[in-house]
């Protein structure tokens, strides 16, 4: 299993940046967690379009959903242009059919729904799933390979449940939308100090920082998730990768 971020901004991307998404690779199998603004071009740095088997969806905000209709067109392009004969699975919220569903292109598409209680089964991967303290419904989601496992909060403000959802992860990715003394919560979100709680209780392997603001100084965030967590702090960067060696 192959994770590599594609895009990390909170909110909106800055210059030649995207905002929420990520690559996960497996056994020839490619797909897509979150499809924020400028993932679609800063996707093909690392894949071609044609070859992205899924994407899954946390929630149905713009920083995670703003690129899912251009990628549609690309699988219909792609499609008409016979580069692929598969239509793109798009894995999305039930509680949100109604937004997900209009991004469905009939003979490109498949749609998938979760409910956060599912256990879904992309390629050889499994995904779990638990409910986040958020203005929109939003899962966050723990991926599974049969002998690693990464946990992804999504959006979210502090809640001691994620610890135990993350619970042994070799890699978790949460939001730290703000710093540490700052009111994260009533906007739904985390500081960096609540991300590197999460994963110390976790006894998680690792964490990546990111959904990060567009103010202060981001080394910043990766000090005070330091302070808390013993493990590797590190911020998402695009590019950024960890491969566990497959089965
Ligand atoms: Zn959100
Ligand atoms: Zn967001």
New binding site residues.
């Given amino acids: 299993m192959k994770m590599t971020c594609i895009g990390w901004w909170g909110a909106y991307p800055e210059a030649g940046g995207a905002t929420s998404a990520y690559l996960l690779e497996h056994e020839g199998y490619r797909m897509l967690i979150d499809c924020g603004s400028g993932a679609v071009s800063h996707l093909q740095q690392h894949v071609n379009l044609a070859g992205l088997d899924a994407v899954l969806l946390s929630?149905r905000?713009h920083?995670?959903t703003a690129d899912l209709g251009v990628l549609t067109y690309s699988r219909v392009v792609d499609m008409a242009l016979e580069h692929t004969a598969a239509p793109l699975t798009i894995a999305a919220p039930v509680s949100d059919r109604d937004f997900f569903a209009s991004y469905h292109r009939e003979g490109s598409t498949e749609m998938m729904y979760y409910d956060v209680q599912d256990t879904l089964h992309l390629g050889n991967l499994v995904f779990t799933f638990q409910a986040t303290k958020?203005?929109?419904p939003?899962a966050a989601v723990k991926v599974s390979d049969g002998k690693n496992t990464f946990v992804y909060t999504a959006?979210t403000s502090y809640e001691d449940k994620l610890a135990t959802f993350a619970a042994d992860a070799d890699l978790v990715i949460a939001e730290a939308s703000f710093y540490a003394g700052q009111d994260a919560a009533s906007f739904?979100h985390m500081t960096a100090e609540e991300a590197g709680i999460v994963a110390e209780k976790a006894q998680a392997k690792e964490l990546w920082l990111t959904h990060l603001p567009h103010f202060g100084r981001h080394a910043q965030l990766e000090e005070e998730a330091s302070a808390v967590y013993t493990g590797v702090v590190k911020l998402a960067a695009e590019g950024r990768q960890r491969s566990w060696h497959e089965k």
């Fill in positions: 929630h905000h920083d995670h958020h203005p929109a939003c959006d739904g």
